[in-house]
Every structure is written in structure tokens, then in C-alpha cells.
């Protein structure tokens, strides 16, 4: 038999420090942490994909790069992207891209710890 790939089942993103990420995360989305995490990691209960903030893997330096996930987008989904933003923006997080609607409702995107690129979406 022939292995197959169903898709993303997990999500994480290196950071400097965890718990700083994990409390922006909390804090700042509404994130909140899976009842279990291995060591040096948090994850959270999000659906349908797992997602948590990790320390680098061996051999990953992040300040040899410009911005971490450069290439790369990670999208979120919300109930309500402009009372998202206007919280986020209100607590001085930079917002990289303006509330529009799109394809997938109204998004915008934001930059979290570490410099990450994050859009959320309605959906």
C-alpha cells in the first residue's frame, strides 16, 4: 500500500521564549492551552489543528534569520476579525495588513511574537 498524506495535523511555531509567546497567545487571541504539552512547548486546544509555540529544534538559530516563517502563511479563524483587530491594535500589536473583505470574509494580519506574519479570518 501506498502512504498517503491527509494534510496539516499539527502546527507549531519556534520561539525564543515560550512562555512569553504562550502568554501573547492567551492573552491577546483567547488561545487556551491543550491539558498536556511536551517539554519546552506549549500547545493549545484549537480546532481542527492542533497548534502550539515550541523552542527552536537543534541546530535552528532564529537570529540568523530576518523574520522567522518568512514564506509562510499561517492563517487563524475568529468570530468577529475587526473586534479582533480593533483589540489587537488598541494594544499596540503591529497590524501588517488593514481589515478588508476577502474570500474568506473580513481578515487582516498582525505580527506576534517572534516577528510571525498572522492573518485572521471570519469563517
Known amino acids: 500500500m501506498t502512504a ?3 494534510g496539516p ?21 483567547g488561545l487556551r492551552r491543550a491539558p498536556v504539552s511536551p517539554p519546552g512547548a506549549v500547545v493549545f486546544a484549537t480546532e481542527p489543528v492542533p497548534f502550539a509555540v515550541r ?3 537543534p541546530g535552528g538559530d532564529l537570529d540568523a534569520v530576518e523574520r522567522p516563517g518568512l514564506g ?4 487563524f479563524r475568529t468570530t468577529d476579525a475587526q473586534a479582533l483587530h480593533d483589540r489587537l ?4 500589536i503591529p497590524i501588517v495588513k488593514a481589515p478588508e473583505d476577502g474570500p474568506f470574509g473580513r481578515m487582516f494580519t498582525f505580527v506576534g511574537p517572534e516577528g510571525y ?3 485572521t479570518h471570519e469563517g
Request: charged fraction near 15%.
Open 4 to 6: 498517503t498524506v491527509s
Open 9 to 29: 495535523d499539527f502546527i507549531a511555531l519556534q520561539v525564543r521564549d515560550v512562555e512569553a509567546a504562550a502568554a501573547f497567545y492567551e492573552g491577546h487571541l
Open 55 to 57: 523552542e527552536p529544534l
Open 72 to 75: 509562510v502563511a499561517l492563517w
Open 89 to 92: 491594535h488598541a494594544a499596540g
Open 117 to 119: 506574519a498572522i492573518t
